[in-house]
């Protein structure tokens, strides 16, 4: 966030895609957005910003741009 404000893990979820692939989400919310000053470069909601996380997602996103920055690719 621009302000530097940490987010607070309010929910879990599982999510299920239509090919049968299982999801964990973590959902966070932000406590104090209302005068934020720059407020319209984080979010344009009424509340406060809220977010979703889904770590299998991250990790296998991770995975891949190791192997795109390896060594062996380096050499293709």
Known sequence: M???QKMQLVDK???TTRNGYN???SHYKASRCE???LR???HKSEGNRKIEI???LN???EKVREMLHSEE???L
């Open 23 to 25: 999801s964990e989400i």
């Open 54 to 56: 889904n770590h299998n």
């Open 13 to 15: 979820s599982t999510r």
């Open 2 to 4: 621009p302000m530097g």
């Open 59 to 61: 990790k296998h996103k």
């Open 40 to 42: 319209g470069m984080c």
């Open 35 to 37: 005068g934020c000053p």
């Open 73 to 75: 690719r380096a050499l």
